[in-house]
């Protein structure tokens, strides 16, 4: 047998153990405490970590995708979130806020690389302790447990909020899109990146599509998926962005993650010596919900979206108080 062979008679394999581990151990989101207990566990056992390194995030491969080193492309994702969004142009010294920094990945790059003063919040105590573990003591980065839907952060409080695959965790949307720019400064710069569906109200989705996003949700803690066109909607909605929400479609850049991270385990067999048999089928269960990722994003159901806001300077609530207030009585 060659060794394409072998690989493909592993991977059948590992996906009928995968198969089987999956449809008894799904983890529905039922509250904020059901996320930070998943991530709590995943960073307690140190396996996510061990295959994923510090970026808890898919990577970018380019455009048109390119064959990419699977640690490198999660760290070349940052740098081009931040081009993207015009961060590199921003002095040192720029105060940040990651929202969901997972253990602290790229925070430590907009800090190393940028000379920003990053603060990374996740609703994880364990993600907290192990970021602070990996930030070197020089780096002007801080760790905090919040809950992005009610931070403690006073209004006003950072020049760009930055948060990378968070929002699909957020069951009040419209509330995560107000807290982002809420801590926001005047003229500061907001930037996500996220898992989105695609958008209902213009093609519904049909019922193996359905299916699909039931089981996508459930594996993962995820409430709900928004659309692209949606959570822009939300974000102007509020009334603090100024001008227009900037998006744009990064899914064929970052779809080669989910296969490359199957590919992993198979490559990396050292992991099995690590964690044991214990660690292995904890691996195996996530297989079948990459492959249904890799489906959702490579046939339109999914999309990965970025988006690009400014914080208005003065909103357009403060706006329409300070015109009912001028017109005569």
Not at 70 to 99: C, I, S
Not at 130 to 150: K, S
Not at 187 to 210: H, M, S, T, Y
Not at 243 to 260: F, K, M, N, R, Y
Request: one cysteine or more; aromatic letters at 10%; proline letters at 5%.
């Amino acid at each position: 047998m060659t060794l394409l062979g072998w690989g493909l008679a592993i991977l059948g394999a590992l996906l009928l153990v995968g198969i089987v581990l999956y449809l008894r151990s799904a983890r529905p989101y039922r509250s904020a405490d059901s996320v930070a207990k998943s991530y709590d566990e995943w960073t307690r056992d140190g396996i996510l970590e061990f295959y994923w390194g510090e970026h808890i995030h898919l990577g970018h491969y380019g455009s048109p995708p390119r064959r990419k080193d699977f640690l490198q492309a999660k760290a070349d994702f940052v740098h081009e979130m931040v081009r993207w969004a015009g961060l590199d142009q921003l002095p040192a010294g720029t105060r940040v806020l990651d929202v969901g920094c997972g253990i602290g990945g790229s925070s430590r790059i907009l800090a190393r690389d940028y000379g920003f003063s990053v603060t990374g919040i996740t609703i994880s105590p364990q993600q907290v302790k192990r970021a602070q573990e990996l930030t070197p003591p020089e780096l002007d980065v801080q760790f905090l447990v919040e809950d992005a839907l009610a931070m403690s952060f006073p209004d006003e409080s950072f020049d760009v909020v930055w948060s990378i695959e968070a929002g699909p965790h957020m069951p009040d949307k419209a509330q995560f899109a107000r807290e982002l720019l809420r801590v926001l400064k005047p003229g500061g710069i907001l930037v996500v990146a996220d898992w989105n569906q695609r958008d209902a109200r213009q093609k519904p989705l049909n019922w193996w599509e359905r299916l699909v996003m039931r089981q996508l949700l459930d594996q993962w803690s995820h409430p709900a998926f928004a659309s692209i066109e949606e959570f822009a909607e939300l974000l102007a909605a509020t009334g603090w962005v100024e001008g227009e929400v900037i998006t744009a479609d990064w899914t064929q850049e970052t779809l080669p993650s989910w296969l490359e991270s199957i590919w992993q385990g198979i490559q990396r067999p050292e992991g099995f010596l690590r964690f044991g048999l214990t660690g292995l089928i904890k691996s195996l269960r996530e297989v079948p919900t990459m492959l249904l990722m890799r489906l959702a994003f490579g046939s339109g159901l999914c999309r990965f979206g970025m988006f690009r806001a400014v914080r208005a300077r003065a909103s357009s609530r403060t706006q329409d108080s300070s015109a009912s207030l001028a017109a005569p009585l």
